[in-house]
């Protein structure tokens, strides 16, 4: 018998029917054989739909993945990022490319990844950076990160330390606060620059302790450390991986942990809050990807990472860096983003720190 299909170019809706059944059929139930015949296509196609998407996961990646960083190589961000990428690689079986897109406090980075094609081929570094970031730079920044990145997930966090040069008759975290209070408004603080981490952990230890310390922003962490081993700025409070090494050589001197509690790597090395309670500034790393990625795709990231910061390879990595792993669902990730912004919005507003 010679059949007729209906008119949808789908295969899967391509149904065979006597060639009568159009002219036969009472025209009292048009309606009924157009809804019934609608209804078999949507749950026909729904089903695809469903496969497609299942298979997109799995076979996912089918390409290099491209992995933004707002800040140069060799870095703590950067190196962060490319031990995650290279794990990523050997367990999907294709490149995971970091990008360096550094400047403006990773804000040009950050717009790359929001711009980009939410198919799950660009990822992004999402740092403590951009939590001071969304307020801090709030008036001109073209995106929303809270709306616009969908969190993926946590990747490190590790402390900062408070150094001071050699000559600064302190010991103690104590020492210091005293020192500051007896001697207001004649202590430089140097900083990597206006609104990097450095400075608002600095900006929240003066809100904490009340002492008076003047705000010398640098063009980032070295220049900044420069003048401190030099003894043109007293203070600073930077990254453990930029900050070790003159510790080591007794160029600086050491008074405290920015972590709410003590870093493996310096066990002897108080953290400050053990003498200002409630005082943390953590430095922190995690990964993002445009807003409408697929969630399937985001769950197998998130696995696959959690994996690797579960890992003893990974986790002697990042010790080496003064970090510990964050293993974070998605939704916990995005979370932890919410609560930092919000955190460092209540310092800025305190600091009155502006972007000049």
Not at 61 to 86: C, E, K, Y
Not at 199 to 205: D, I, N, S, T
Not at 208 to 235: C, I, K
Request: with cysteine; hydrophobic share 40%; proline share 7%.
């Amino acid at each position: 018998m010679y059949t007729r299909s209906l008119p949808l170019s789908a295969a899967l809706c391509d149904f065979a029917l006597p060639e009568t059944w159009w002219h036969d059929r009472p025209k009292k139930r048009h309606g009924r054989y157009a809804a019934v015949q609608f209804a078999a296509c949507f749950a026909l196609l729904s089903m695809a739909s469903s496969a497609s998407a299942q298979t997109s996961s799995e076979s996912y990646p089918t390409r290099p993945v491209r992995w933004v960083v707002g800040f140069p190589a060799g870095g703590s961000s950067d190196i962060v990022a490319r031990i995650l990428s290279d794990w990523l690689q050997a367990r999907l079986g294709r490149p995971f490319l970091v990008e360096n897109k550094p400047g403006a406090g990773s804000n040009i980075a950050t717009e790359a990844v929001v711009n980009a094609p939410p198919d799950g081929y660009t990822l992004g570094s999402v740092t403590s950076a951009n939590a001071i970031n969304a307020t801090l730079n709030k008036s001109t920044l073209s995106f929303d990160l809270r709306k616009q990145i969908a969190p993926i997930a946590g990747s490190a966090r590790g402390p900062s330390i408070m150094v001071v040069n050699p000559s600064v008759p302190v010991r103690t975290v104590a020492e210091f606060i005293a020192y500051a209070k007896a001697n207001p408004g004649k202590i430089n603080m140097g900083t990597p620059g206006v609104g990097t981490t450095g400075h608002m952990a600095g900006e929240l230890f003066k809100a904490m302790t009340g002492v008076d310390l003047v705000h010398v922003p640098y063009r980032g962490s070295a220049p900044a450390l420069t003048d401190l081993v030099g003894g043109q700025v007293q203070v600073m409070f930077d990254a453990m991986i930029t900050t070790l090494p003159h510790i080591r050589s007794g160029k600086l001197r050491a008074l405290g942990v920015t972590t709410a509690t003590r870093s493996e790597v310096l066990s002897d090395l108080p953290a400050i809050a053990e003498t200002v309670p409630g005082y943390e500034a953590v430095i922190w790393y995690g990964v993002g990807a445009p807003r409408g990625t697929p969630a399937d795709i985001v769950s197998k990231l998130n696995r696959e990472i959690n994996a690797g910061l579960a890992s003893q390879k990974i986790k002697s990595q990042l010790a080496q860096l003064g970090s510990k792993p964050i293993a974070l669902s998605p939704a916990e990730f995005g979370a932890f983003v919410q609560s930092e912004t919000e955190k460092w919005e209540k310092v800025i507003s305190l600091s009155g720190t502006k972007i000049d």
